[in-house]
């Protein structure tokens, strides 16, 4: 996969890197709070085999990643690992740490 630039391409990337099978059984919000110049508030509600992308901030979401543009970027590209992000104090994760845990074999 070529390197995604910036949180459309990775938004836009979605489609081609969801996997309708790792999500069957899942019901989920995923909200994404990204900060900086190029950050935005997204969600991505993972629905038994499909997805659906939320502009902003929704309610009780399931799970909550806080992160920096630089930082998200690098997730997806895989330049870092969640858990080291983690460790870093670079990605913050409220809610339901199982949930968080499947958006790796959601999206590849």
Same mark, same amino acid.
């Given at each position: 996969?070529a !390197?995604l ?11 081609a890197r969801?996997? %309708?099978?790792?999500s069957?059984?899942? @019901? ?5 709070k ?5 950050g935005?508030?997204f969600?991505?509600? @993972?629905?038994d085999?499909k997805y659906e992308?939320?502009?902003g901030?929704v309610?009780? %979401? *399931? @799970? ?8 998200y &970027?690098r &997730? ?5 690992k969640?858990?080291t992000?983690? &460790?870093?104090r !670079?990605?913050l994760v409220?809610g339901?740490?199982? &949930?968080?845990?499947?958006?790796? *074999?959601?999206f !590849?």
């Amino acid at each position: 996969m070529a !390197k995604l630039n910036s949180i459309d391409e990775v938004i836009t990337s979605m489609e081609a890197r969801f996997q %309708p099978e790792q999500s069957k059984g899942i @019901v989920s919000r995923y909200q994404w709070k990204i900060k900086g110049d190029k950050g935005r508030d997204f969600c991505v509600f @993972v629905n038994d085999g499909k997805y659906e992308i939320i502009s902003g901030v929704v309610e009780k %979401p *399931n @799970v909550t990643f806080e992160t920096d543009d630089e930082t998200y &970027l690098r &997730l997806v590209n895989n330049e870092i690992k969640g858990m080291t992000a983690i &460790l870093t104090r !670079k990605l913050l994760v409220k809610g339901n740490i199982y &949930l968080a845990s499947k958006m790796d *074999n959601i999206f !590849k």
